[in-house]
């Protein structure tokens, strides 16, 4: 609004491009204006041929389960599913009221939420090029609705910085742009940049800076309508008489250099969560749920607990028994078997393959992660903050605060995500601790940034993934080195066994990971069925 | 998902990247996620086997499992917790970036003459060193 820049329309700016730096550079600025996006996935699966009655057992009903039972079943094969847990989804999984969860260790918890409030303890988020989930939600009728990554109206918090109170993102944002911007500028005009940067560009460089940073004509970043504009007003513009906008200050760049803050600037520039992102409505599960009714429920067997896979010239068998009572041991055969299990639990399992693939198997540590659900009486983040959906950071050992991308406005009840965190030592240390002390910390420590926790907490629910009984961790966590002595190995189709899941893939704690390595594998099993004939 | 970030090499950025204690309980728990700080073995252990091998050690077993640390005897030869504290096994994470030598030696000591295992001789730092 108060942006008097002459607008310079986008033909323009090409072919400003196009005199300065020659044709080539134009070409690839219009590329990356929107087409050629690659991704490894193709649209629909099309497995050619009749594989006559071929059979194969999948193990795991998990988001690479399903979709290679889906996809087989479809193409003619028949197709049996051994699950471990009582219900399907594997980490594709949310919690409602009612439902009971009782980790490792056998500590239970109730949930307690009302009614459509969920916990998504596992996968939350979607990025919109993640093409071959989309793809199955929309071939499925699964709902979506955004997830928000980025609010630039949440917080940032660090212990230490600007003495415990948090901050706007907008603020931090806005005023680190500005800072450096400036900086730069007088760089450049100080001629300082000389051998860098050629006498046109320095030109254009300039121009951009001033308005990439909200700089004023002297390329300064100074308190205006201009900087208020990027990180918001003292008092926004109104109507009437009190319509004046009050302009707000920016804080200095020491201050913010020291804050530490601007660690967590870059997070929304990753690409795996660029704008738009995506969430199932009603909950992650929901995907599950659409695959297992797309599969049939009739081929799903659950409460299965697999022991031992072994394949000799004709078939794999495999040992399993009622995992809820350790008795009634059984087998099951078939021509192929497709194993989906996590390779925390794999790696522990009798299963005759190559020393390649067995070798491959053992090389992958298991990550950890902690996710805690906090239920409040009321959504004091939107009513008394103004912060719909998005995520606050924090140093504390909570990670962050994901507040809930839907039912806005709702007067009642909602569940916000408490902590987040994975990998390094707070995670491990809030795995040690029982679920109630969990959840006791992370309403404490939550409420250094909402003081209104206190008051408002209602109750909660921890998931920490090395408790999880069917993963015993979050996700592979591949070493580069591991990755370059074992993966092609671990994809190998070994004799009648091919593996799958997200630990086969390049996306590693990504639903994408397990849907194309699932489609990779089926793809290859196909062909060789078809070419053993 | 997760990416792992370079640590930071100069103290100052190490100050201003690191977590304060202010809130944190006074063991030493929750105090970094950059490193475990507790010195103490049985805090350790606390604050990080049982999480996995249960509070008694008594391991675990869902679809998988996390074997007894309690009356273990492969835990007699004392070379073989602290690699695999160190390097991880399997599943079970590496420890070693988190951990400094005397860290390790600490929560194994611990593990060998607790949890129902009674091994008297101890593991020194030096032993660590000399494995990592
Ligand atoms: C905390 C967390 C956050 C995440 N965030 C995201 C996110 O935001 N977006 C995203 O897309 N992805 C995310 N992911 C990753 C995503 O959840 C996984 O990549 C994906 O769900 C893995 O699917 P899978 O089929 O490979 O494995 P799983 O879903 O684990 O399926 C394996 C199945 O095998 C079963 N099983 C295990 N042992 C046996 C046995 N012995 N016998 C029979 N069955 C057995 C298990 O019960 C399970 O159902 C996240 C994961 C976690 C844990």
Redesign the interface.
Same mark, same amino acid.
């Given at each position: 609004m108060s942006d008097t820049e002459p607008p310079v329309s986008r033909r323009d700016l090409l072919t400003l491009i196009g005199t300065l730096a020659g044709s080539a550079v134009m070409y690839q600025a219009m590329a990356s204006l929107g087409f050629a996006a690659d991704s490894p996935h193709k649209g629909p699966l099309k497995l050619d041929g009749d594989p006559r009655g071929a059979s194969v057992l999948i193990l795991g009903a998990g988001l690479a389960g399903l979709t290679a039972a889906l996809e087989l079943r479809k193409a003619g094969y028949k197709v049996q599913v051994l699950e471990?847990?009582d219900r399907i989804g594997g980490r594709c999984w949310s919690l409602r009221g009612g439902d009971r969860y009782t980790e490792? *260790?056998g500590a239970e918890q109730r949930c307690d939420f009302d009614k459509d409030l969920y916990l998504n303890p596992g996968p939350w988020r979607i990025p919109y090029h993640h093409y071959a989930l989309l793809d199955y939600c929309h071939r499925l009728g699964v709902a979506l609705e955004p997830f928000v990554q980025v609010n630039y109206n949440a917080w940032l918090h660090?212990?230490?910085a600007f003495g *415990?109170q948090k901050q706007r993102l907008r603020h931090v944002l806005s005023d680190f742009h500005g800072h450096v911007a400036e900086l730069l500028g007088k760089a450049v005009s100080q001629d300082k940049l000389d051998d860098m940067v050629s006498r046109e560009d320095k030109e254009i460089l300039l121009e951009a800076l001033r308005r990439w940073g909200a700089l004023n004509q002297n390329f300064t970043y100074r308190a205006s309508l201009r900087t208020s504009d990027r990180r918001g007003y003292a008092r926004d513009p109104g109507g009437g008489l009190s319509a004046e906008p009050e302009v707000s200050q920016p804080v200095g760049l020491g201050d913010l250099? %020291? @804050?530490?803050l601007w660690?967590y600037l870059a997070t929304g520039n990753?690409y795996?969560f660029h704008t738009t992102l995506l969430q199932p409505v009603g909950g992650m599960d929901m995907i599950a749920k659409a695959f297992a009714r797309a599969v049939g429920d009739d081929v799903i067997q659950l409460n299965a %607990?697999v022991t031992s896979i072994r394949q000799d010239d004709g078939q794999v068998t495999v040992r399993y028994r009622d @995992?809820r009572t350790g008795d009634n041991p059984r087998t099951a055969s078939a021509q192929w078997c497709i194993c989906t !299990? $996590?390779?925390? !639990?794999l790696?522990?399992?009798e299963i005759n393959v190559g020393a390649a693939m067995a070798d491959a198997i053992?090389a992958? $540590?298991? *990550?950890?992660a902690i996710k805690i659900g906090l239920q409040f009486k009321r959504r004091f983040w939107e009513q008394d903050d103004a912060i719909y959906g998005g995520i606050s950071y924090t140093?504390?050992?909570i990670g962050l605060i994901g507040y809930p991308n839907h039912g806005y406005g709702d007067r009642g009840k909602a569940v916000v995500l408490g902590a987040y965190? +994975?990998?390094? $030592? +707070?995670a491990?240390?809030f795995?040690?601790l029982p679920p109630a002390e969990r959840v006791r910390?992370a309403v404490?420590?939550g409420a250094?940034i909402h003081p209104q926790y206190r008051d408002e907490f209602d109750s909660g629910m921890a998931v920490?993934w090395?408790?999880? $009984?069917?993963?015993?961790?979050c996700?592979g966590?591949w070493s580069d080195a591991a990755r370059k002595i074992h993966y092609q190995n671990l994809c190998q189709i070994d004799g009648r066994i091919a593996l799958a899941g997200e630990h086969a893939s390049y996306l590693?704690?990504?639903q994408e990971g397990a849907v194309l390595s699932a489609i990779d594998t089926v793809t290859r099993l196909h062909q060789r069925v078809m070419a053993s004939r | 998902m997760p990416r792992v970030v370079p640590p930071v090499s100069s103290a100052l950025l190490a100050l201003v990247l690191a977590s304060d204690a202010m809130a944190q309980p006074s063991d030493g728990t929750f105090a970094s996620n950059q490193r475990f700080l507790p010195k103490d073995g049985e805090v350790l252990f606390r604050s990080i086997c049982q999480g996995c091998h249960m509070p008694e050690g008594q391991g675990a077993t869902g679809a998988g499992k996390y074997p007894a640390l309690a009356r273990n005897e492969k835990l007699e030869a004392s070379g073989y917790p602290v690699f695999v504290v160190l390097n991880g096994l399997r599943g079970m994470p590496p420890f070693g970036p988190y951990l400094d030598d005397e860290q390790v030696a600490a929560v194994v000591n611990y593990v060998r003459s607790h949890l129902g295992n009674d091994y008297q001789d101890k593991v020194s730092p030096d032993d660590v060193k000399a494995v990592r």
């Open positions: 471990y847990a490792l *260790g660090g212990q230490r *415990g250099l %020291k @804050s530490g660690r990753l795996e %607990k @995992s !299990i $996590p390779l925390s !639990i790696s522990q399992m053992s992958v $540590p298991y *990550g950890s140093d504390l050992p965190v +994975f990998d390094a $030592p +707070f491990y240390e795995t040690a910390k404490e420590w250094q920490a090395h408790r999880v $009984p069917g993963t015993l961790g996700y966590q590693p704690a990504w | -």
